[in-house]
């Protein structure tokens, strides 16, 4: 089936498999392989992706449903002159990435949360991230990241 | 330059992975791929009557589909999958190759191969694969392979393994119990834990299009060991084979092996001439990748009548599961030396016996056998401390090594010399932090009022045995291999360094790290260094990242190049100055003439002099690179305190952990940012065994959750804040005195939380709860039913 999407502002046309989910159009035929795939049940969030500016785990949704629709992947999120996003930035600064793998996803969720609750407390950041898994940081840190990329106070270090 | 180690200091791996530029394994694509399914077994243990495989090779996409005989009868390989550490002469060691050949031997062991030329065409057709399988009765838990009515292999009599006894004095260790005033038993349970790095593993192999090379990629932590095993199983010159970690995302042990799937995607690539690629399925990662953990263990300590530690000795019944992987024996062993904690223990006794199951193979995850030991010592401590009457922490500070002071080289009842330790100052910290009399009183106000919510406090005082390692110890402990690491550092011709490390990254920040050690040797800007790593055409040398050994044998190898290296440009240097070397000074660097201001030259100039090799001291090679391979004189014991605090709902059983305080010691330390981060990580995945995770069997050797849906990773929701701080004492193994932290938070937190628990229920008589403390087994021991 043919899909007419536009992902990070840049319009694609393919003919898909019916049966193709979302996330493997954008890795296995478009390239797009800053979305990752770390689970098989929709659990871990690594695949997530904004679709229409709302955060949607991407191995949830055929691409034929995204027909028409606007996408943003990681990708997209850095500005044109490769300046970061306030979220990645907040990433780097807080130390809230250590594989990496859960990252992207980790970003568009934790920008989503930040477009509904801008100014989030400790507790709904960590309940609007319940989607997303990490092994690596014990999420403390990118907790961290995404209370500084909504303006808390932050310092960086040991005994924080 | 402003020195850089020890301050914290931002990563140079972040900006790729932030942005998707990051390449795992499964985002490089090549042309002419054929995608790997795999036919697994759905029976623990089974033998194969037949398999038909027609009904996949005709469907569309399929380039091939092969039996395991058929890869056999192909001359695919020369050996069976490898096990580097057998543990005893004797031990059992079932042959194991990629495929099963006439009988399965857990769930999701493979038993054909299917090649197509998509993911989803791999995947149909694995499924068209059609399998006679005659079922066998399976040995799906410890005490079944002991109990032996039934055995894993058919072709073996008896379950077990091996049995190996670590017993220094057996006459002092029987004298320590008779005479003992205080004894006390442990019994625990190390589940099954399923590593789940965020990255499932995938491979890729490539063809050469000349010369019968082929380059692997692999979501590995050992390019380097794999390379050699590779090339011992299946017959291709390590001459031939390239093996390259792209990203890998995340390890934590599961990605230290040699698997099936990366013999087969060589060899298939290699006898087909097309790259072969396969990447695991989260679900399937619970047959296709190892698990961790898997141990009954008993624990007794002997006591006079002041808790004074006079005895300890263990018993380990530990699982390897069905088959032996890389190092799947020796995990337990690595655990044997720690059980004897961080107390003066005159007497010591370890016996292990391994047990073959129907189950997916064991080996190392984070910490490997370490946490099972401080799990068992820490917990044991909680129980004499009961037993004596005394606080948990007062139990510690008097069985603490060398009595709590600082120690360097210290001798323990286990045969191990402690490196270095100061384990009363790290225990006051943790108490000053976590606010201990506060809590202690606020848990009794609750007792007293007969609070819904009881308070917890556990404690844990872990040491950690790390940067694996001597080479020598490990020929000691019969292990296939040596523990060095080699370092290669460059100036290039404008001023800028190379370092090759053989340690091989998969989140630890390496890149960075080393860039600072070099940095502050070398007097230039952390900025100017690149580091090569995991590709073992760039990097040849190494023995790659495992047991918390990357900084205290690959950094300081790194350091040791770097001393190297200023003392071939000093002679530079000497030269071009018309100076003696032992004039010069280094320093910021720049070489400079004692007493003579102005006479300075910076290490840059003498690089491209180096290279331009005009004016050289006579005899001398041009270049300014030097390369160290390290051995370490001895292992390394970072050690820390943890304080986890729990409330524990009486009425629901549910433990919610609601504040943890970590006072770590990894020595000397480069990156406190990334040092914290290890930490955190590492708690948490003990806190996950503590409270969360286990991988659940039927009696049939079916996994129940071997999804994320059903085996609970915990996410952000469950954790609270971790609360940092550390305490510093250098190691005397290396000049740089670092220890190591990977592992060190998951081989103090388990303890910390079950202790936890358990203080909180102390009113209800509960001494101990098994992992995971589900509601279920933490409201049943607190209502009198079987925990």
Sequence with gaps: ????????????????????????????????????????????????????????????????????????????????????????????????????????????????????????TEAEVREGLEGNLCRCTGYHNIVKSVMAAAGSPVTIGAGS | MTAVVGT???????????????????????????????????????????????????????????????????????????????????????????????????VGEIVAVVLADSRYGAADAAELVDVDYEPLDAVASIAAARDGSATAHSAHETNKAYHWPLIPDPDALEAAFANATHTVTGEFVQQRLIPAAMEPRGVLAVPSPMGGDVTLYSSTQ??????????????????????VAPAVGGGFGAKLNVNPDEILAVTLANKLGR????????????????????QLQKIELAADADG???????????????????????????????????????????????????????????????????????????????????????????????????????????TLVFDSGHYSPNLDAALEMSDYAGLRAEQQRRRDAGDAKQLGIGLCTYVEICGLAPSRALAGLNYGAGGWEHAMVRFLPTGKVEVVSGSTPHGQGHETSWSMIVADKLGIDPDDVTVLHSDTAISPLGLDTYGSRSLSVGGVAISMACDKVIDKAKQIAAHQMEANPDDL?????????????????????????????????????????????????????????????????????????????????????????????????????????????????????????PSLMDYLVPSAMEMPNIKTGFTTTPSTSNPLGVKGVGEAGTIGSAAAVVNAICDALSPYGVTDLEMPATPQRVWNAINGGAS
């Excluded at chain 2, 790259?275 to 898997?294: D, I, K, P, Y």
């Design chain 1, 1 to 120: 089936m043919l899909v007419e999407t536009t992902i990070n502002g840049q319009t694609y046309s393919a003919d898909v498999e019916p049966r193709t989910l979302l996330v493997h159009y954008l890795r296995d035929h478009l390239g797009l392989t800053g979305t990752n795939v770390g689970c098989d049940t929709s659990s871990c969030g690594a695949c997530t992706i904004h679709i229409g500016g709302e955060s949607v785990k991407s191995c949830t949704v055929l691409a034929v449903q995204a027909r028409g629709a606007e996408i943003t992947t990681i990708e997209g999120m850095a500005g044109d002159d490769g300046t970061l996003h306030p979220m990645q930035q907040a990433f780097m600064e807080c130390h809230g990435l250590q594989c990496g793998y859960c990252t992207p996803g980790m970003v568009m969720a934790a920008t989503s949360l930040l477009s509904e609750n801008p100014n989030p």
């Design chain 2, 8 to 106: 914290p200091r931002l990563r140079k791996e972040d900006p790729k992975l932030l942005t998707g530029e990051g390449k795992y394994v499964d985002d490089i694509q090549v042309a002419g791929q054929l995608w790997m399914g795999m036919v697994r077994s759905p029976y623990a243990h089974a033998r194969i009557n037949s398999i038909d495989t027609s009904a996949a090779e005709a469907a569309d996409g399929v380039a091939g589909v092969y039996t395991g005989p058929q890869l056999a009868e192909m001359g695919l390989w020369i050996a069976p999958l490898p096990c580097a550490w057998p543990v005893t002469d004797d031990m059992v060691n079932p042959e194991h190759y990629p495929t099963a050949m006439d009988e399965v031997h857990h």
């Design chain 2, 222 to 243: 050992v390019p380097h060991i794999l390379k050699v095993m590779i090339a011992a199983t299946t017959g291709i010159s390590e001459a031939k084979l390239r093996i």
């Design chain 2, 275 to 294: 790259a072969v690629r396969w990447t695991e399925t989260r679900s399937e990662a619970a047959f296709s990748t190892h698990q961790g953990r898997g």
């Design chain 2, 308 to 414: 004074k530690i006079t005895g300890c000795r263990v018993h380990v019944d530990a699982d390897m599961g069905a088959y032996m992987m890389l190092i799947t024996p020796g995990v337990p062993l690595l655990g044997s030396f720690l059980y004897t904690g961080v107390y003066d223990v005159p007497a010591f006794g370890f016996t292990c016996d391994g047990y073959f199951t129907n189950l997916t193979p064991t080996d190392a995850y984070r910490g490997a056998g370490r946490p099972e030991a401080s799990y068992a010592i820490e917990r044991a401590m909680d129980l004499l401390a009961l037993e004596v009457g005394v606080g948990p922490d007062e139990i510690r500070r008097r069985n603490y090594l060398g009595g709590g002071d600082h120690f360097t080289d210290m001798e323990t009842a286990s």
């Design chain 2, 585 to 705: 000074d280094f320093a910021g660097g720049t070489f400079s003439v004692k007493g003579q201001p102005g006479a300075e030259l910076p290490i840059q100039a003498i690089a491209f002099g180096a290279f331009t090799a005009h004016d050289l001291p006579d005899g001398m090679e041009p270049n300014l690179q030097e390369q160290v391979t390290f051995d370490p004189p001895n292992f390394a014991f970072p050690f820390g305190t943890h304080v986890a605090v729990t409330e524990v709902d009486t009425e629901t059983g549910e433990v919610e952990l609601i504040d943890y305080i970590a006072i770590d010691d990894c020595g000397n330390q480069i990156n406190p940012l990334i040092v914290e981060g290890q930490v955190h990580g590492g708690i948490v995945q003990g806190v996950a065994q503590a409270l969360y995770e286990g991988a659940s069997y039927d009696d049939a050797g079916n996994c129940r959750n």
